[in-house]
């Protein structure tokens, strides 16, 4: 991956992620986490802060330290690294919000050129799952290896 | 699986590190509300399938593909019909031969605006026939 990202930590399996995110907000540690889901070989994606002074996470809060391109590549960096080993699995992510989602698609739109060199990209949109491409205002995402 | 996985980041990646000390989040779930949107939208809407929808977005792009290559087939033939050179039509159109070329061999994106031009330069109508997929 060309674009610039935080230096990641993770767990022996590498299921869960984490980084320090550094910006006018200080340093803000960050997690990413792959679950597994009721459908064999679909993970679902999750990231968030973690909570201060506490050994917890904020449910789906990022706080925005200026520097969400870098957060964005450092969470498809994870992505990669995770699907190199799990090379059957399937990522599925959404946003709970329509922003937070707006802010999922830009992430693949910046990286969408690399993304693109190793997954098989897909969006939901108006209860379908199509061929991920730029401008639509998709639901939720999933990639696949290829 | 630790050795694989630090065989992959050693030759890959120096910018991951594994630290164990973070196996504990396996027990911790991040966004249990993403977790329970995502199972409600794979039992819903069914699990994607991806070679499908790779092959369905090839065959539509064929499709549309083939339908670019008719109207530049049907430019060709109405200017000949017309008995006009590409370098005549260009003329006609106001624009380089290139584009011409271009036109009849679909080695461009066109839009209906430029077709529509261009058979109105050489005096044709267009229409279209619809056929509805049962």
């Known amino acids: 991956m060309r674009l610039e990202r935080y230096p990641l930590e993770a767990n022996d399996d590498l299921m869960s992620f984490q980084f320090v995110s550094e910006g006018p907000k200080g340093q803000i540690i960050k997690y990413v986490q792959f679950l597994k889901t009721d459908k064999p070989n679909f993970y679902n994606l999750a990231f968030g ?7 917890d996470f904020d449910d789906d809060v990022i706080t925005d330290n200026k520097d969400s391109q870098k957060v964005l590549a450092t969470v498809a960096m994870a992505v990669l690294r995770f699907t190199e080993i799990n090379k059957e699995a399937s990522i599925i992510a959404q946003g709970l919000t329509k922003s937070r989602n ?15 060199e190793y997954f098989k990209i897909i969006g939901f949109y108006k209860g379908n799952w199509m061929i991920y491409e730029k401008n639509t205002p998709y639901d939720a995402f999933a990639v696949k290896r290829k | 699986m630790i050795k694989e996985v630090e065989k992959i980041l050693t030759l890959q990646d ?7 000390r973070l196996n504990y989040l ?24 991806f070679e499908k929808i790779l092959l ?6 064929a499709k549309l593909q083939e339908g670019l290559n008719q109207i530049g087939a049907l430019i060709k033939q109405t200017r000949l019909q017309r008995h006009l050179s590409e370098e005549e039509l260009a003329a006609l159109l106001g ?25 109105h330069v050489l005096e044709a109508e267009l ?6 997929k049962q």
Do not use: C, H
């Open chain 2, 14 to 20: 120096r910018d991951i590190t594994i630290n164990s």
């Open chain 2, 26 to 49: 396996n027990d911790k779930v991040l966004s249990p509300k993403k977790l329970q949107m995502a199972n409600e939208l794979l039992a819903r809407y069914g699990v994607p399938d």
């Open chain 2, 56 to 61: 369905e977005d090839e065959a539509k792009k």
């Open chain 1, 49 to 55: 802060d973690k909570r201060l002074n506490e050994d």
């Open chain 2, 127 to 132: 229409s279209f026939i619809v056929t509805l």
């Open chain 1, 102 to 116: 707006r802010l999922y698609q830009m992430g693949i739109s910046q990286n969408l050129e690399e993304l693109k």
């Open chain 2, 95 to 119: 624009v380089e031969n290139t584009v011409v070329f271009k036109l009849e061999n679909n080695d461009t994106s066109v839009s209906m605006e430029t077709i529509l031009k261009v058979f």
